[in-house]
DNA sequence: TATTGTTATACTCTATAACTATA
DNA sequence: TATAGTTATAGAGTATAACAATA
C-alpha cells in the first residue's frame, strides 16, 4: 500500500522534471535560432527583449524594466548603456522626480524593432507549427497559466 | 473573403507568439530561482547541465557533450576546465584514441549531483504544481513533442 | 531616510578562430 | 587531411555592493 503511494508519488514528481527538462531544451533550440536572426539587425535576446518592452510601455523608468525583465537596476544600467551606444534607446530626464529617467525607443529603435519582429515571429512561427493549431491553442493556455501563477508568486512573496 | 483569411492567418501567427513569450517568462522565472539554488551547491545551471549529461552518459567526450548541449567545443573545454578545478569532474585518456578526452563525475561530482538534484526536483515540482496532473501531462506531451521535432530538424540541417 | 541611477568588480557563458597533437 | 582538444580574444549578461543625487 506504502509503496503504491510513493510510487505514485515518485512517479509524479518525475513528470514535473521531464517536462521542465523538454522546456529547456525547447528554449534553448529556439533561442539560439533566435539570437542568429536578431544578430543581423545588432540586436541581443536581451537588448531586444528592452525593445519589446518599451515598445508597448514608452517611458518606463529604469527600476521599472529591471522589474519586468527580472534583472538588477545595475545590469539596466548596462543594458541601456549599449542601446543608447547603439542609437535605439533614449534615456529623457522626467520633469516630476529629478532622479528618474524615462526610456524611450528612437526612430531607429522602432526601425530595428518593426524591422526584427516579423522576421522573429516568422522563426517561432515555423518552430511551433510542427504542432497543429489545436495543440498550439492548448500549449499557449498551459504556459499563459502557468506564466500568470508565478508572477502571482512572485508579487505574494 | 481574402479579409477573413488574413484575419485567420494573422491570428494564429500571434499564437505562436504569445506561447513563446510566455515560454521565455516560465522558463527565466524558473531558473532564476534554479541558479540560486545551484549556487548553494557551488554549481551554476550549465555545470549542472554538465553534470545531469555526465551521470546518465559516462565516459562522454567532449566533443559528443558539445553536441548534447548546443555549444561549441572551445566552450566545453572552458566549462570542464571550471568543472574539474572545482573536483567535480575528471578528464581520463581514451586508451584507443589519444586525441579524445573521456570525461567521468568524480565522487565529490556524484555527491554534489545528488544532493542538488532533488532540491532542484522539487524546486520545479512546486512551480508546476499550480497545474493540475492531467494539465502537467498534457504540457509535457506538447513539450516532449515540439522537442523531438526540433531536434530531428536540427540533424537534418 | 528611502529611492533612482551609476559605477566598479568579478565571474560565467558564449562565439570565433588559430593552434597542437593525433588519426 | 580530418578530428579532438586547447588557447586566445572579445563581448554580453549577471550579481553584489558602494556611491551620488534627489525626494
Redesign the interface.
Known amino acids: 500500500m506504502i509503496d503504491r503511494v510513493q510510487r505514485k508519488v515518485a512517479r ?2 518525475r ?6 527538462l ?11 535560432g533566435e539570437q542568429a536572426l536578431l544578430a543581423e539587425y545588432g540586436l541581443t535576446g536581451a537588448q531586444f527583449d528592452v525593445l519589446s518592452h518599451l515598445a508597448s510601455e514608452p517611458g518606463l523608468n529604469q527600476q521599472m524594466l529591471a522589474g519586468r525583465l ?1 534583472v538588477t537596476k545595475g545590469n539596466v544600467a548596462g543594458l541601456i548603456d549599449r542601446l543608447e551606444t547603439a542609437g535605439f534607446v533614449e534615456r529623457r530626464d522626467d520633469p516630476e522626480d529629478r532622479r528618474t529617467h524615462r526610456l524611450y525607443l528612437t526612430p531607429a529603435g522602432e526601425c530595428a524593432f518593426d524591422a526584427a519582429a516579423p522576421v522573429l ?1 516568422a522563426h ?2 515555423s ?5 497543429n ?1 489545436a ?6 493556455v ?6 500568470r ?3 502571482k508568486e ?1 508579487e505574494e512573496c
Chains 1, 2 share one sequence.
Open positions: 509524479q514528481y513528470t514535473s522534471i521531464l517536462g521542465w523538454h522546456m529547456v531544451r525547447v528554449h534553448s533550440r529556439i533561442s539560439r527580472l515571429e517561432i512561427d518552430r511551433l507549427e510542427v504542432l493549431p495543440e498550439q491553442a492548448t500549449l499557449l498551459l504556459l499563459a497559466k502557468l506564466d501563477a508565478l508572477r512572485k
